[in-house]
Protein backbone atom coordinates (compact mmCIF):
# COMPACT_ATOMS: atom_id res chain seq x y z
CA UNK A 1 0.00 0.00 0.00
CA UNK A 2 1.48 3.59 -1.03
CA UNK A 3 1.25 6.25 0.76
CA UNK A 4 0.29 9.77 -0.32
CA UNK A 5 0.98 12.45 2.59
CA UNK A 6 -0.58 15.08 0.85
CA UNK A 7 -3.57 13.56 0.83
CA UNK A 8 -3.44 12.43 4.32
CA UNK A 9 -2.41 15.24 5.70
CA UNK A 10 -4.65 17.56 4.53
CA UNK A 11 -8.09 19.09 6.42
CA UNK A 12 -11.41 19.41 4.93
CA UNK A 13 -12.37 22.65 4.27
CA UNK A 14 -9.35 24.24 4.36
CA UNK A 15 -9.78 24.17 0.69
CA UNK A 16 -11.65 24.81 -2.44
CA UNK A 17 -13.68 21.75 -4.12
CA UNK A 18 -14.59 21.81 -7.50
CA UNK A 19 -17.71 20.19 -9.62
CA UNK A 20 -17.19 19.97 -13.35
CA UNK A 21 -21.00 20.08 -15.45
CA UNK A 22 -23.51 21.88 -13.35
CA UNK A 23 -26.68 19.89 -14.75
CA UNK A 24 -28.85 17.48 -12.58
CA UNK A 25 -26.09 16.19 -10.46
CA UNK A 26 -23.45 18.50 -10.53
CA UNK A 27 -25.94 20.98 -8.80
CA UNK A 28 -26.67 18.71 -6.14
CA UNK A 29 -23.12 17.51 -5.93
CA UNK A 30 -22.17 21.49 -5.34
CA UNK A 31 -24.68 21.24 -2.70
CA UNK A 32 -23.70 18.59 -0.15
CA UNK A 33 -19.95 20.41 -0.69
CA UNK A 34 -20.67 23.15 0.55
CA UNK A 35 -22.66 22.41 3.40
CA UNK A 36 -19.50 22.56 5.82
CA UNK A 37 -18.22 26.30 5.38
CA UNK A 38 -16.01 25.79 2.52
CA UNK A 39 -15.86 27.19 -1.02
CA UNK A 40 -17.29 25.10 -3.61
CA UNK A 41 -16.48 26.41 -7.43
CA UNK A 42 -19.04 24.86 -10.49
CA UNK A 43 -17.99 24.95 -13.83
CA UNK A 44 -20.21 24.68 -16.98
CA UNK A 45 -19.70 25.46 -20.42
CA UNK A 46 -23.43 26.83 -20.55
CA UNK A 47 -24.00 30.17 -18.62
CA UNK A 48 -28.03 29.14 -18.22
CA UNK A 49 -26.87 25.91 -16.31
CA UNK A 50 -24.26 28.04 -14.02
CA UNK A 51 -26.71 30.35 -13.08
CA UNK A 52 -29.44 27.95 -12.55
CA UNK A 53 -26.93 25.81 -10.30
CA UNK A 54 -25.61 28.16 -8.43
CA UNK A 55 -29.38 29.70 -7.34
CA UNK A 56 -30.30 25.87 -6.71
CA UNK A 57 -27.58 25.55 -4.13
CA UNK A 58 -27.97 29.21 -2.91
CA UNK A 59 -31.96 28.01 -2.28
CA UNK A 60 -31.08 24.73 -0.41
CA UNK A 61 -28.20 25.61 1.33
CA UNK A 62 -28.89 27.31 4.26
CA UNK A 63 -31.66 23.99 5.37
CA UNK A 64 -29.19 21.64 4.15
CA UNK A 65 -26.34 22.95 6.50
CA UNK A 66 -28.15 23.48 9.02
CA UNK A 67 -29.41 19.82 9.08
CA UNK A 68 -25.61 18.66 9.22
CA UNK A 69 -23.57 18.47 12.33
CA UNK A 70 -21.19 21.02 12.17
CA UNK A 71 -22.51 22.35 9.07
CA UNK A 72 -22.57 26.07 7.67
CA UNK A 73 -23.83 27.31 4.42
CA UNK A 74 -20.30 28.24 2.19
CA UNK A 75 -19.96 30.23 -1.10
CA UNK A 76 -20.90 28.67 -4.24
CA UNK A 77 -18.74 29.92 -7.30
CA UNK A 78 -20.23 29.81 -10.89
CA UNK A 79 -16.88 29.38 -13.26
CA UNK A 80 -16.17 29.19 -17.05
CA UNK A 81 -12.55 28.26 -16.79
CA UNK A 82 -11.40 25.17 -15.92
CA UNK A 83 -7.34 26.31 -14.43
CA UNK A 84 -10.13 28.58 -12.83
CA UNK A 85 -12.25 26.24 -11.30
CA UNK A 86 -9.29 23.60 -10.37
CA UNK A 87 -7.04 26.27 -8.47
CA UNK A 88 -6.08 24.98 -5.16
CA UNK A 89 -8.79 22.45 -4.82
CA UNK A 90 -8.64 19.13 -2.65
CA UNK A 91 -11.14 17.14 -5.12
CA UNK A 92 -12.86 17.76 -8.11
CA UNK A 93 -16.09 15.89 -8.93
CA UNK A 94 -16.95 15.09 -12.98
CA UNK A 95 -20.45 15.39 -13.92
CA UNK A 96 -20.80 15.82 -16.95
CA UNK A 97 -22.02 13.71 -19.42
CA UNK A 98 -22.40 10.44 -19.92
CA UNK A 99 -20.23 10.03 -22.88
CA UNK A 100 -16.78 8.30 -22.52
CA UNK A 101 -14.81 10.39 -25.09
CA UNK A 102 -16.11 13.56 -23.24
CA UNK A 103 -14.90 12.28 -19.77
CA UNK A 104 -11.83 10.94 -20.98
CA UNK A 105 -10.61 14.46 -22.84
CA UNK A 106 -11.78 16.36 -19.06
CA UNK A 107 -9.73 13.91 -17.04
CA UNK A 108 -6.54 14.46 -19.44
CA UNK A 109 -7.26 18.22 -18.58
CA UNK A 110 -7.64 17.79 -14.75
CA UNK A 111 -4.51 16.33 -14.75
CA UNK A 112 -2.63 19.08 -16.26
CA UNK A 113 -4.35 21.65 -14.28
CA UNK A 114 -5.65 20.55 -10.69
CA UNK A 115 -3.52 20.23 -7.77
CA UNK A 116 -1.02 17.31 -7.86
CA UNK A 117 -2.91 16.66 -4.63
CA UNK A 118 -5.93 16.54 -5.51
CA UNK A 119 -8.84 13.76 -5.78
CA UNK A 120 -10.30 13.57 -8.90
CA UNK A 121 -13.45 11.60 -9.38
CA UNK A 122 -15.87 10.94 -11.21
CA UNK A 123 -19.94 10.66 -10.69
CA UNK A 124 -20.61 8.21 -13.77
CA UNK A 125 -23.43 6.39 -13.60
CA UNK A 126 -22.13 3.13 -16.36
CA UNK A 127 -18.38 4.24 -16.99
CA UNK A 128 -15.52 2.82 -14.37
CA UNK A 129 -12.85 5.17 -14.24
CA UNK A 130 -10.82 2.91 -14.98
CA UNK A 131 -11.88 3.28 -18.27
CA UNK A 132 -9.65 7.00 -18.38
CA UNK A 133 -7.66 7.36 -15.45
CA UNK A 134 -4.80 6.63 -17.95
CA UNK A 135 -5.23 9.91 -19.21
CA UNK A 136 -4.34 11.98 -16.24
CA UNK A 137 -0.31 11.88 -16.51
CA UNK A 138 -0.18 13.26 -13.11
CA UNK A 139 -0.69 10.94 -10.19
CA UNK A 140 -3.14 8.53 -12.33
CA UNK A 141 -3.62 6.65 -8.98
CA UNK A 142 -5.95 9.96 -7.21
CA UNK A 143 -8.61 8.68 -10.07
CA UNK A 144 -11.56 7.37 -7.78
CA UNK A 145 -15.65 7.16 -8.77
CA UNK A 146 -17.75 8.75 -6.43
CA UNK A 147 -21.16 8.06 -7.29
CA UNK A 148 -23.92 10.17 -5.32
CA UNK A 149 -27.37 9.87 -4.87
CA UNK A 150 -28.94 12.27 -2.90
CA UNK A 151 -33.01 12.29 -2.43
CA UNK A 152 -33.18 15.58 0.23
CA UNK A 153 -33.67 15.44 3.14
CA UNK A 154 -33.22 11.73 3.86
CA UNK A 155 -31.36 10.12 1.55
CA UNK A 156 -27.57 11.61 0.71
CA UNK A 157 -25.43 8.25 -0.46
CA UNK A 158 -22.35 8.37 -2.42
CA UNK A 159 -20.71 4.73 -3.54
CA UNK A 160 -17.01 5.12 -3.67
CA UNK A 161 -15.12 2.73 -5.95
CA UNK A 162 -11.61 2.37 -6.95
CA UNK A 163 -10.19 2.68 -10.73
CA UNK A 164 -8.53 -1.08 -9.99
CA UNK A 165 -5.41 1.65 -9.23
CA UNK A 166 -6.55 3.96 -6.66
CA UNK A 167 -4.26 4.76 -3.76
CA UNK A 168 -5.67 2.75 -1.61
CA UNK A 169 -5.45 6.08 0.66
CA UNK A 170 -7.77 8.42 -1.96
CA UNK A 171 -10.28 5.34 -0.53
CA UNK A 172 -9.52 5.87 3.07
CA UNK A 173 -9.75 9.70 3.02
CA UNK A 174 -12.91 9.98 1.23
CA UNK A 175 -14.53 7.15 3.23
CA UNK A 176 -13.89 9.71 6.42
CA UNK A 177 -14.32 12.96 5.04
CA UNK A 178 -17.70 12.51 3.13
CA UNK A 179 -19.12 11.84 6.51
CA UNK A 180 -18.74 15.44 7.45
CA UNK A 181 -20.54 16.89 4.59
CA UNK A 182 -23.87 14.77 5.28
CA UNK A 183 -22.90 12.16 3.54
CA UNK A 184 -23.51 8.69 3.62
CA UNK A 185 -20.39 6.83 1.91
CA UNK A 186 -20.68 3.19 1.17
CA UNK A 187 -17.25 1.63 -0.65
CA UNK A 188 -17.70 -0.70 -3.96
CA UNK A 189 -15.66 -3.39 -3.06
CA UNK A 190 -14.89 -4.73 -6.40
CA UNK A 191 -15.76 -3.12 -10.37
CA UNK A 192 -18.89 -3.01 -10.49
CA UNK A 193 -21.06 -1.65 -13.69
CA UNK A 194 -24.15 -0.03 -11.66
CA UNK A 195 -22.45 0.47 -8.62
CA UNK A 196 -24.21 -1.64 -5.45
CA UNK A 197 -27.85 0.17 -5.42
CA UNK A 198 -28.39 0.42 -8.91
CA UNK A 199 -27.87 -2.82 -9.72
CA UNK A 200 -30.02 -3.80 -7.22
CA UNK A 201 -33.02 -1.46 -8.13
CA UNK A 202 -31.69 -2.82 -11.82
CA UNK A 203 -33.21 -6.20 -10.89
CA UNK A 204 -36.38 -5.28 -8.78
CA UNK A 205 -37.31 -2.58 -12.45
CA UNK A 206 -36.37 -5.56 -14.44
CA UNK A 207 -38.50 -8.42 -12.46
CA UNK A 208 -41.41 -5.58 -12.15
CA UNK A 209 -41.87 -5.12 -16.10
CA UNK A 210 -41.59 -8.77 -16.62
CA UNK A 211 -44.28 -9.07 -14.40
CA UNK A 212 -46.69 -6.44 -16.40
CA UNK A 213 -45.35 -7.66 -20.00
CA UNK A 214 -46.23 -11.11 -18.94
CA UNK A 215 -49.74 -9.91 -17.83
CA UNK A 216 -49.65 -11.08 -14.30
CA UNK A 217 -50.22 -7.70 -12.76
CA UNK A 218 -51.39 -4.26 -13.57
CA UNK A 219 -48.44 -1.97 -12.97
CA UNK A 220 -50.87 0.17 -10.20
CA UNK A 221 -51.02 -3.22 -8.61
CA UNK A 222 -46.72 -3.67 -8.36
CA UNK A 223 -46.95 -0.23 -7.23
CA UNK A 224 -49.55 -1.43 -4.36
CA UNK A 225 -48.02 -4.40 -3.34
CA UNK A 226 -44.93 -2.09 -3.13
CA UNK A 227 -45.95 0.25 -0.56
CA UNK A 228 -47.88 -2.37 1.22
CA UNK A 229 -45.18 -4.60 1.90
CA UNK A 230 -41.57 -2.22 1.87
CA UNK A 231 -43.30 1.27 2.68
CA UNK A 232 -41.66 2.57 -0.14
CA UNK A 233 -43.38 6.11 -1.02
CA UNK A 234 -44.18 5.27 -4.71
CA UNK A 235 -42.99 1.65 -6.10
CA UNK A 236 -41.32 0.62 -9.28
CA UNK A 237 -43.25 2.05 -12.37
CA UNK A 238 -44.15 4.90 -10.74
CA UNK A 239 -39.79 5.68 -10.31
CA UNK A 240 -39.38 4.88 -13.74
CA UNK A 241 -41.55 7.33 -15.18
CA UNK A 242 -40.09 10.16 -13.00
CA UNK A 243 -36.73 9.03 -13.92
CA UNK A 244 -37.72 8.85 -18.26
CA UNK A 245 -38.35 5.68 -19.58
CA UNK A 246 -35.74 6.48 -22.22
CA UNK A 247 -33.19 6.73 -19.70
CA UNK A 248 -34.80 3.53 -18.05
CA UNK A 249 -34.21 1.29 -21.41
CA UNK A 250 -30.83 3.16 -22.00
CA UNK A 251 -29.83 1.96 -18.98
CA UNK A 252 -31.40 -1.78 -19.47
CA UNK A 253 -29.43 -1.88 -22.98
CA UNK A 254 -26.11 -1.20 -21.05
CA UNK A 255 -26.47 -3.88 -18.79
CA UNK A 256 -28.21 -6.41 -21.45
CA UNK A 257 -24.06 -5.97 -23.05
CA UNK A 258 -22.34 -6.74 -20.60
CA UNK A 259 -24.66 -9.55 -19.51
CA UNK A 260 -25.62 -11.81 -22.57
CA UNK A 261 -29.09 -13.70 -21.24
CA UNK A 262 -30.58 -10.89 -19.76
CA UNK A 263 -34.42 -10.93 -20.67
CA UNK A 264 -35.45 -9.29 -23.62
CA UNK A 265 -39.57 -8.48 -22.21
CA UNK A 266 -38.66 -5.42 -20.25
CA UNK A 267 -36.78 -3.81 -22.90
CA UNK A 268 -39.76 -4.54 -25.66
CA UNK A 269 -42.70 -3.15 -22.90
CA UNK A 270 -40.59 0.01 -22.86
CA UNK A 271 -39.96 0.20 -26.46
CA UNK A 272 -43.62 -0.10 -26.84
CA UNK A 273 -44.18 2.74 -24.80
CA UNK A 274 -41.21 4.84 -26.64
CA UNK A 275 -42.71 4.19 -29.97
CA UNK A 276 -46.13 5.71 -28.80
CA UNK A 277 -43.92 8.69 -27.66
CA UNK A 278 -44.74 7.84 -23.37
CA UNK A 279 -41.52 9.18 -22.09
CA UNK A 280 -42.77 8.83 -18.30
CA UNK A 281 -43.87 11.96 -16.28
CA UNK A 282 -41.55 14.61 -18.27
CA UNK A 283 -43.77 13.73 -21.25
CA UNK A 284 -47.22 13.62 -19.71
CA UNK A 285 -47.43 9.71 -19.84
CA UNK A 286 -46.00 6.51 -19.05
CA UNK A 287 -46.95 3.99 -17.25
CA UNK A 288 -49.62 6.69 -15.58
CA UNK A 289 -50.95 9.49 -16.80
CA UNK A 290 -50.16 13.12 -15.52
CA UNK A 291 -52.62 15.16 -17.56
CA UNK A 292 -53.02 17.98 -15.44
N1 LIG B 1 -29.17 12.22 -13.61
C1 LIG B 1 -29.02 11.30 -12.68
O1 LIG B 1 -29.99 10.91 -11.99
C2 LIG B 1 -27.66 10.70 -12.40
C3 LIG B 1 -27.48 9.92 -11.24
C4 LIG B 1 -26.21 9.42 -10.94
C5 LIG B 1 -25.14 9.66 -11.80
N2 LIG B 1 -25.34 10.41 -12.94
C6 LIG B 1 -24.16 10.67 -13.79
O2 LIG B 1 -23.76 12.01 -13.55
C7 LIG B 1 -23.20 12.57 -14.76
C8 LIG B 1 -23.96 13.84 -15.09
O3 LIG B 1 -25.31 13.53 -15.31
P1 LIG B 1 -26.44 14.65 -15.26
O4 LIG B 1 -27.74 13.92 -15.27
O5 LIG B 1 -26.15 15.64 -14.17
O6 LIG B 1 -26.19 15.35 -16.67
P2 LIG B 1 -26.83 16.73 -17.21
O7 LIG B 1 -26.99 16.54 -18.66
O8 LIG B 1 -28.00 17.13 -16.38
O9 LIG B 1 -25.65 17.79 -16.94
C9 LIG B 1 -24.42 17.76 -17.58
C10 LIG B 1 -23.84 19.18 -17.58
O10 LIG B 1 -22.50 19.12 -18.07
C11 LIG B 1 -22.29 20.27 -18.88
N3 LIG B 1 -21.15 19.96 -19.76
C12 LIG B 1 -21.15 19.36 -20.96
N4 LIG B 1 -19.88 19.21 -21.38
C13 LIG B 1 -19.08 19.73 -20.44
C14 LIG B 1 -17.68 19.86 -20.29
N5 LIG B 1 -16.83 19.40 -21.21
N6 LIG B 1 -17.21 20.47 -19.19
C15 LIG B 1 -18.03 20.92 -18.23
N7 LIG B 1 -19.38 20.80 -18.30
C16 LIG B 1 -19.89 20.20 -19.39
C17 LIG B 1 -23.60 20.52 -19.58
O11 LIG B 1 -23.70 21.87 -20.01
C18 LIG B 1 -24.60 20.17 -18.48
O12 LIG B 1 -24.95 21.31 -17.71
C19 LIG B 1 -23.30 11.47 -15.81
O13 LIG B 1 -22.07 10.81 -15.89
C20 LIG B 1 -24.39 10.54 -15.27
O14 LIG B 1 -24.18 9.19 -15.65
C21 LIG B 1 -26.57 10.93 -13.24
Given amino acids: MRNSPEIVEFTVPDRPAAVVGAGTMGRRIALMLAARGGEVRILDPSAEQRAAA??????????????IPGGAPGTVVPLEDLADAVRDTWLVVEAIPERLDLKRDLF????????????????????????????????????VNTHFFTQLPACRIVEVMSSGTTDPDV?????????????????????????????????????????AAEGVATPEDVDEIFRDTLGTPVGPFRAMDQVGLDVVLDVEEHYAKERPGT???????????????YLGAKSGRGFYSYDG
Avoid: C, H
Fill in 54 to 67: AGFVTDQLPQVAAD
Fill in 108 to 143: AELGRTAPEDAILASNSSSYSTRLFADAVTVRPERV
Fill in 171 to 211: MKRLMTVLPEFGLRPYEVRGESTGFIFNRIWAAIKRESLMV
Fill in 263 to 277: PEGPRQLLRMLLDQG
